[in-house]
């Protein structure tokens, strides 16, 4: 649980509360991806931050991220075909190397998303991860102006990612536990960082980033406060579907994004009966 309070250049390019200077409430959910439970949080895998503000007159606006700046597919067929790929041969509990071999010698798209994995070790902690938008959005401003944009969210205290030695000897579970005992010592905090598109930037493929170029200011901070287990605590309640937004700040039609919503409505009914 926690805070955000939006600055007044964002306030220039949207129109939404978000980004009215004062304090809004946010319900957070920090996850590692995929469904795996046990898997070990040195893992290299994603990290997931998902955000819910609670603007006035019980409107809602949902972000959702990874710390990666760009996705393994641009069709929700490629990211179906990975999972096929990646599922374990029974014999040996693994998934087949040669399987998942073909699968990326055949999707060249997903190649920026393995390099990112490849040279970025996974971050020491929940609050030491800078999580990205992914996707292409649209801020819309006082005058009905689109503006494309993509964020970030930058750790205030920077960004720190597990040594070679840390990625072997790291507790099983530990970004938990170490979020929790940030917060009970002082917030973990995040700026958020909008970077504006340019013509000819792609607004509907998420494995492409932006140049770092790109004209970019902060838009807010966010600050939480309280963190505790899922099991039992506010965010456990919520779907964060990315579709959830507020006047002022719109999709585009990135088939990912737009996928996004009906899949993690199917995920959050099996998480709730337990599936």
Known sequence: MGEFIG???AAAYSSSALFSGKPVPVIARFSLAG???????AARNARGLALEFRLPNSNRQHMTMLNSPVFIGSQPAVFNDL???????????????QVLKAFFDSHP???ASVDFAKTHNPPANYYSAAFYSIHTFKFIDAKKV???IKWRFVPVGGEKA???QELKSAPHDFLEANLIAQTKKAPAKWDMIVYLGQPGDPETN????WPETRQHFTAGTLSITQAMPQKGAECEKINFDPLVMADGIA?????????RSPAYAISFGKRLSGQ
């Open 251 to 259: 999709p585009t039609d990135d088939p990912i994004l737009l996928f």
């Open 109 to 111: 798209e997903t190649m």
């Open 83 to 97: 999972i096929i790929a990646s599922k374990p041969d029974p014999k040996t509990g693994k998934p087949d190397p």
């Open 7 to 9: 600055t007044p250049a």
């Open 35 to 41: 469904g795996n439970p046990d898997v070990p949080d």
């Open 162 to 164: 597990l040594s070679e």
């Open 146 to 148: 689109t503006h494309l």
């Open 206 to 209: 998420p494995t492409i980033a």
